[in-house]
């Protein structure tokens, strides 16, 4: 996939950029995850953050959160993984099966 046609000036107006965590102010998914709309196509806020902003992301991988906060899109606060380092990350901080709320903030 190539560089998208979007202005990421207008993803980035999306954005509350007072805190450490860029939060998404647009629409969010039943999981409380950002939902952003890069040509016609839906995305979760955090991985347009990464396709917009850093670059191409490979096929088999995600974007994952250093932050584990959902609304989050700051890139120095995403990482590329795989589900196994996503599954790993949830253990090391012991959040693996347990829910957590959807809203949430930079607090």
Request: with cysteine; proline share 6%; glycine share 10%.
């Given at each position: 996939?190539?560089?998208?046609?979007?202005?990421?000036q207008?993803?980035?107006?999306?954005?509350?950029?007072?805190?450490?965590?860029?939060?998404?102010?647009?629409?969010?998914?039943?999981?409380g995850?950002?939902?952003?709309?890069?040509?016609?196509?839906?995305?979760?806020?955090?991985?347009?953050?990464?396709?917009?902003?850093?670059?191409?992301?490979?096929?088999?991988?995600?974007?994952?959160h250093?932050?584990?906060?959902?609304?989050?899109?700051?890139?120095?606060?995403?990482?590329?993984?795989?589900?196994?380092?996503?599954?790993?990350?949830?253990?090391?901080?012991?959040?693996?099966?347990?829910?957590?709320?959807?809203k949430?903030?930079?607090?």
């Amino acid at each position: 996939m190539g560089r998208p046609k979007t202005d990421p000036q207008r993803f980035v107006n999306k954005l509350d950029k007072s805190g450490d965590c860029w939060l998404w102010k647009g629409g969010v998914d039943k999981d409380g995850y950002g939902k952003a709309t890069i040509n016609y196509r839906s995305w979760k806020a955090s991985r347009a953050a990464w396709h917009l902003l850093v670059g191409p992301i490979p096929q088999d991988k995600l974007v994952l959160h250093t932050c584990d906060v959902r609304l989050c899109c700051n890139p120095d606060h995403l990482w590329l993984g795989t589900q196994s380092d996503n599954i790993k990350d949830m253990d090391k901080k012991g959040r693996r099966g347990k829910r957590r709320p959807r809203k949430e903030n930079n607090d």
